[in-house]
């Protein structure tokens, strides 16, 4: 899926949709984004020293992770974030990086979906983290 496909099931718009692009692969979404260095985010963290900031790699783990409920996602219902736990960063996501998603949904209990998830820079493990939310 590419951005515009992104906001059939997304509710996120510019600046916070923070997905190039994402897709299903058997259980897991994967998802991608390319960090070009004129976000937003990167404006005051860090000047001179740019780094995408933890709460913005816990977002684009949360918009992959909806990829695989495409088929729940009524319209007018939004997801919503519950929960974050176990959030771990590993390595720094920097302007020119590709960073990498995949996550998975591990627990339903409508209307509330539980997953863990990972992003990666060439391989290399950046944030990992299990969260929850609900569509609302």
């Known amino acids: 899926m590419d951005r515009t496909e992104l ?12 997905l190039d692009e994402a897709e299903k692969a058997e259980e897991e979404a ?7 260095g004129d976000e937003w985010f990167l ?7 740019p780094v995408v900031p933890g709460v913005i790699l816990c977002e684009i783990l949360a918009q992959s ?3 695989l409920l495409s088929g729940e996602m009524e319209p007018g219902k939004t997801p919503m974030y519950t929960g974050l736990d176990k959030v771990r960063f590993k390595s720094p996501v920097r302007p020119g990086d590709l960073f990498e ?4 949904v591990i627990k339903v209990k409508k209307p509330f ?8 820079v060439d391989g290399r ?3 990992k983290a299990e969260f929850s939310f609900a569509i609302v």
């Open 125 to 127: 493990l950046c944030v």
């Open 30 to 36: 994967l998802g991608r984004l390319r960090i070009r």
């Open 65 to 67: 992770v909806c990829v």
């Open 101 to 104: 998603t995949r996550c998975r």
């Open 113 to 120: 979906y539980f997953a863990e998830g990972e992003g990666y």
């Open 7 to 18: 906001m059939n099931i997304l509710p996120h718009r510019e600046e916070m949709l923070l």
């Open 43 to 49: 404006r005051g963290h860090f000047p001179g020293n």
